[in-house]
DNA sequence: CTTGCGTAAAATGTATACAATCGCTGTGTT
DNA sequence: AACACAGCGATTGTATACATTTTACGCAAG
């Protein structure tokens, strides 16, 4: 979903017409694609972003790679440092509370305003998330799982109509996927979709209050599953506990199915 | 405060020492001066800004001064369009309101976050920015007494030690900043900064419910004194309504004062 | 006087060249 | 064997050159 053969350079439009405007900037498919190579854990929190590299990947220079790094910064899921390069976010046990202590804040807000605008066709929406996301648990996919799970609170905050609101949270959902792979207690599988669904039947029902509440505990619990205990400094600074030798064998091309 | 003399290029250092490195990014200096610039009302909301312009004031290359626009884009307080330029942004009234409204939602619980965690030395700043604010207003200077006055909360949000929410609520006022320079209703110029000493004696005292509630009252009464009815489309797309003939006579140097 | 078009000037978009810095590796010393 | 350090390759930082696009201007036709 990334890009389409993008291993061979500028990939050539097919017809005679060469239509180079488009209208969005040029990094946003660069922007888009490690995006979403963050969210859906394609690429670990931590991980090395070479600049040449992804230009290579992208077809592009390093002068886009750049603003798209640098945009990926301003989100808060990758990490910038002079002369160091870029590196997916790792965010510490604080930042994983103020993250989720932010999304009950404002969450709960965003789910009484979309109880009061649903329509039949949100409702519609919403109901194929939520199965997506069961479908994923059952085929033992819980990365995808976990995606989903983020596209629904995506989609709430669509239908809240708050612009303002609905581009922060996309943030802070952002950045909680990094906290889910780092922070994420496995051990009961199969989360609580459950939440979900009660969410679901408030909004439909159009009833406020019971929205924000439901969403408010279903962050609190969200919270409560994550295991902050403080673990030491973590790689980076000690020799880079072995370079991820492990997860990222040598020169794998990390980007790029 | 922006920079000493900038109308003469790069700024020599004073010394032999060169001091090639300092850690943080270069395009910080043209960030810091353009948004200093931007929420002091010395640039209007809506304003061209040339790249190659800033490039000469700031001494750098046009790639600084891209960097440092995009940075801004991302904060809300700047508008790319491809091909178009930059310009500072122009909120919407809905926009406006938005923007208070999740003021109003953060700002309390910032409030909260700071009343538990006073100490002296907050105490004492916060009475240093109400009295630059007071002062500003005695001299008849109501910018500067605007600027003070979102310096408030910003002092406030750093007392609440919540780098996350400190970090949401600072963009916030960065674009209450442009809000007010086109809502905000002067007839009652003497605003209400009773409402900044009530805050502060609440905090003081550690009251949490009380500073709570004392900041959404203010920040509700902020978004009542502004002026949203529905201007049209507003400048950009009608001829640029005169393309600002009026306040920026030809080549005028719109920066560096 | 207005409208339309074509050319020129200005501004932005992108790639590339070169400089500066980092981090690894191998060599020599204690 | 442990450590310090010099040198080199890899990577990032910045400026500049060039392509593309927008915008301004002038001239002619209606």
Redesign the interface.
Known sequence: MVQSDMTERAAVPPSGLVRT?S???SWHAVYDGLHDAIIRHRLDPGAKLVEEEIAEVFGVSRTIV??AL??LA?DGVVI?Q?NKGARIAHPTPD?AR??F??RE??EP?IAALAAGRMNTGDAERLHACLHAEHQAMASDEPREAVYHSANFHRLVAGIAG????SG?LGDLLSRSSLVIALYWRMPQALCENEAHHAIVDSLAAGDQDRAATLMRQHIAALLGQLDLSERPQRQSSLAEALRDAARVPKGTRVLAR
Request: proline share 0%; aromatic share 0%; hydrophobic share 45%.
């Open positions: 405007s209208d969005t900037a750049r603003a640098q945009a301003r910038l002079r930042e103020e993250i202590e932010a804040l404002i807000r708050h612009q303002l609101l922060i």
